[in-house]
C-alpha cells in the first residue's frame, strides 16, 4: 500500500500548499546534508540526506509533482555532485543551513562525494546553463585560479527552487507569454494535433516549422497545441533576435532554459532575413528536451525540420468564425456576406470583428474620431447609433462597418506597393457606350453572385479560374480607370491600386513576390487595379538574354496566380494590341471604351461641373462639338473653374474657350474653326 492508497485526494489549492511546504523543507534537509559534508562533519550530512529522499517520495506521491530540486536535476541532467554544490550555494539565499564561509568549487571537490572536475567545465550544465555565476569582477589570480572563487546562484534559479512562477528579467523586450489569440477553423485542428505531438517534451526533440495562414493565426495554432501537452507559449520574435554570435549564443541559452524552468513551449516567429538565427536558437533548446516552433512563411534553406502547413479556412469555417465573434461583439453585419467578401484568417477576423466593437461601444462625443481616440477611427466605424437604435431600441445593437476594418487588416501588407483608394462615383454616374455599360453590369453580377453560383452550385470545387477579371482597353481619357472605380464603389470595396515603380524589382524574384503580396491583400474584399499595366501583363518575347529570361518569368508567375485568385482584378491599357494573348484568355471579361461621340460628349459636358459650381449660359450641345475625350473634358471644366474664380464671376462659355486654347497649347493641337463655332458672340 503507497500513501496515495490511503491520504485523501487533495484539491488544486491544497495542493499548492502542501507542496510549497514541503518543497521547503525538502530544500531545508539538503542544505543541512550538504553543509555538514562543506564543514567535514559526514556523520551529521547522512541523516538529513535520507531525510530528503524520503520526502522527496512523499511529495511525489502526495502531489503527483516532484520537489523542485528534483526537477531542475531532471531537467539540466544534473549528477549527484552538481546538486549538491547547487543547494549549497542557493542556501544563504534561501535562509537554509548554510557552511561556514564561501562555497567555491575547490572547497566542494574536496568535500563532496562523487565529485568530478567535469562539473566546472564552461559548457557542463552548472556553468553552462548559467545555474551558478562566477564572479568575473574578481580576478582569478587573486583567490588562487578558477576552483577558488566564490559561487553564486543565478537569481532565475533560486525562484525555480522556490517554484515561483516567474520570467527571467534579462528576456524583457525579447520575449513575452502570449495569450489565446481566435479561435481556429475546424479543419486546421488536424494540423493542432499533428504539432502537439511533434513538440512534446522529450530528449533531444528538434522542434517544427509551421507555415500557412498568417502569423497571428499560427500563433494561435501553437497555443491550442501547447494546452493539450500542458504547456503555455513563451515567443520570440526574429527581428528582436541580437546579430553578433556570442549575445545570439547567451541569448539563445536563456530562451531555451526559461522555456524548460516555466513549461513553455518556444515559439520562434521569423521572417525571411531572420531565419537561420531563428533556427540557431531552435538548436540551442534541444540539448534539454525543450519544445519549440519555427514560425515561418517559408521554410529557411537547408533545414530538416519537420514541416506542418496550416490550411485556410473555408468560406462556410469563415462564416462560422464571423457569425461567432459578430455575436461576442453585439454587431449585426451579414456573416455569411463578409466571409464570401473578405477571405481573412481566423485571427484577421477576429482582429476586424474586436476593433469594431469597440469602436462600436465607445462613447461618441459628436467629434470626429473620438470612437476610440485616436485620429482616423471614423474610417472603420461607419455611423454612430441613433435614436431608437441599442439596446434600448427595437434594432438591437447598431451595425458597425466590419467590413472596412476587414479591408484595413488588407491595407496592411501592402507597404509601398500600392496606394489604397475609396471610390466615390458608381456606374450611374459614368456615360459609356451600351456595349461597355451591358460588360460592367454583368461584371457585378458575376461578384454578387458568387456565393451561389460558387458556393450553393459548386463551382469553387473545381479551385481554378474563380477571379473576376476584366481588361479594359481604350485609348487615354475614355474613362478605364473611372469605370474600374465605379465598379468597386458598386460592389463596396475598396481599389488597391498598384503602384507598378514599386512593384517592379531588379532583384530576380522580388518582382514575384511583391505581386504575391498585392494579389493576397486584394483576395481580403477589394478591387486590385493595374492601371497602364502593360508592363507587366506584355507579350511574352523570344530570349536573347538573361533580363528576356527573367521579364517572361514574371509573366509566368502572373498567368499561374491569375489561375488561383479568388478576388476582382482589373487591368487598363491604352494598346491592347501588347497584352499578351494568354492574359486576354484568362480576362473574364474585356471592355472597350471608344472615344466619346458627340452625344455622349454632351452627356459629359452637362455633368462635368459639381452642383455647387456657379455658371452662366453653359450649352452643352455647343461644348461637344470639341472632339476630346471625356478625361479632357474633366481638366478643362476645372481650367474653366479656376479661370472664372479669379474673376470673381460665375463659369460662362468664354472660360471653357480659353481652358480649351490653353489645352490647345499644351498638346499642340490647334481648334477647328467648327469645333468652337457658336461658343461666344463674335
Known sequence: MTLSDTAPRLDADDRDQVWA????????????????????????????????????????????????????????????????VLVAVAAPELGLPTATGPVTFARALAALPDAHWSALLPDAPLRGWRLLDVPAQLPPTEFGGLSQLPLAVDERILHALLGADTTDDRLAGRARLV?????????????????????RPSPGTEGCLLSGEDRLTRRQAVVDAAERIGLTVLAVEGPDLPDTAPAMDTLARLLAREAGLGLRLL?????????????????????????????????????????????????????D??????????????????????????????????????????????????????PGSERLGSERPGPGDGPSGDKGPWASDVAAACRALAERPLHGLATLRRPAAGLDDLVLPDQANRSLRALLAHVRGRRQVHGAWGYSARGRGLAVTALFAGPSGTGKTTAAEAVAHELGFDVIAADLSQVVSKYIGETEKHLARLFDAA???????????????????????????????????????????????????????????????????????????????????????????????????????????????????????FLAADEGVPVGMRHVLDAARIESDKLERPLAANEIRGWVPS
Open 523 to 641: 483576395e481580403a474584399g477589394s478591387v486590385l487595379l493595374f492601371d497602364e499595366g502593360d508592363a507587366l501583363f506584355a507579350k511574352r518575347t523570344q530570349v536573347r538574354d538573361s533580363r528576356d529570361r527573367y521579364a517572361n518569368l514574371e509573366v509566368s508567375y502572373l498567368l499561374q496566380r491569375l489561375e488561383t485568385f479568388r478576388g476582382v482584378a482589373i487591368l487598363t491599357t491604352n494598346a491592347r494590341e501588347a497584352i499578351d494573348p494568354a492574359f486576354v484568355r484568362r480576362m473574364r471579361f474585356v471592355v472597350t471604351f471608344p472615344f466619346p461621340d458627340a452625344e455622349q460628349r454632351a452627356l459629359l459636358w452637362a455633368g462635368a461641373f459639381p452642383p455647387g459650381v456657379p455658371t452662366d449660359g453653359l450649352d452643352p450641345r455647343r461644348l461637344a462639338q470639341l472632339a476630346v475625350s471625356g478625361g479632357t473634358i474633366a481638366q478643362l471644366a476645372l481650367h474653366a473653374a
Open 179 to 199: 495569450a489565446p489569440v481566435c479561435r481556429l477553423a475546424p479543419g486546421q485542428g488536424a494540423v493542432v494535433a499533428s504539432l502537439a505531438a511533434l513538440v
Open 321 to 374: 468564425l464571423f457569425a461567432a465573434a459578430l455575436n461576442e461583439a453585439r454587431l449585426t453585419e451579414d456573416p455569411a456576406e463578409l466571409a464570401e467578401r473578405h477571405p481573412l484568417t481566423p485571427a484577421g477576423i477576429a482582429l476586424a470583428v474586436e476593433r469594431t466593437g469597440r469602436l462600436a461601444s465607445a462613447p461618441s462625443d459628436g467629434r470626429p474620431g473620438s470612437g476610440n481616440g485616436q
Open 267 to 319: 515559439l520562434v516567429e521569423g521572417t525571411a532575413e531572420t531565419l537561420p538565427r531563428c533556427v540557431r536558437l531552435l538548436a540551442a533548446g534541444a540539448p534539454l528536451g525543450v519544445s519549440a516552433v519555427l514560425s515561418a512563411d517559408e521554410a529557411p534553406p537547408g533545414s530538416e525540420l519537420p514541416v506542418l502547413r496550416l490550411p485556410p479556412a473555408s468560406t462556410g469555417e469563415r462564416r
Open 21 to 84: 511546504r514541503d518543497n521547503q523543507r525538502h530544500l531545508a534537509l539538503a542544505a543541512a546534508a550538504a553543509a555538514a559534508r562543506l564543514d567535514a562533519r559526514p556523520d551529521e550530512a547522512d541523516e538529513p540526506a535520507r531525510a530528503a529522499e524520503l520526502l522527496a517520495a512523499e511529495v511525489r506521491e502526495t502531489t503527483g509533482l516532484p520537489t523542485a530540486l528534483d526537477r531542475l536535476c531532471g531537467l539540466f541532467t544534473l549528477t549527484a555532485f552538481e546538486r549538491d
